[in-house]
């Protein structure tokens, strides 16, 4: 945890805009429209599912349902405590639901490349995958996750957790007895 507020205290005050777009800091020109906008590091993956949706197929026009799959895929954040069915919290003990987490980091990750990228070719077929999965992550695998998986055991308490090899001694080693006190 300190390393990465170190890290992070280093970004912050060093280079806070070292993960900005070049573009961005270009003097502004009213007579010319730039050639593709690039929002800033922390909107790209919203931006990746905005441009994945909107698209065009001859008259239909879809960049409002582009607009409301960003907007939903904030609100899906909000909406986890409800969409989590499992009783057990922690992925700790939760093996699936650890690996399926680990895919949406790296799918969060890929939102944000592909947030960066030109929207052509095959950028737009990943991030409509990618968006796919994102809303997927919280609509089916988090409620299904939570009804299907078997947990591990939980511990009986904190102290089981912490001190489970001394089983109960009291915190003294199996086998060891407290020192008796001298004055002195």
Known sequence: MIVFL???AYFVFYLPNYLGHPDNYTVANPLKTPAH???EWYFLPFYAILRAITFNIGPINSKLGGVLCMFGAIVMLFL???LDTSKVRSAVYRPWYKLFFWLFVADAILLGWLGSQPAEGSYVFMAQMATLFYFAFFLVALPVLGLIETPRRLPNSITE???GKNKGSGGHPAGATAAPETKG
């Open 6 to 8: 170190f890290v992070f």
């Open 37 to 39: 906008i690039v929002p």
């Open 80 to 82: 986890v405590p409800w």
């Open 161 to 163: 957790a912490v001190l």
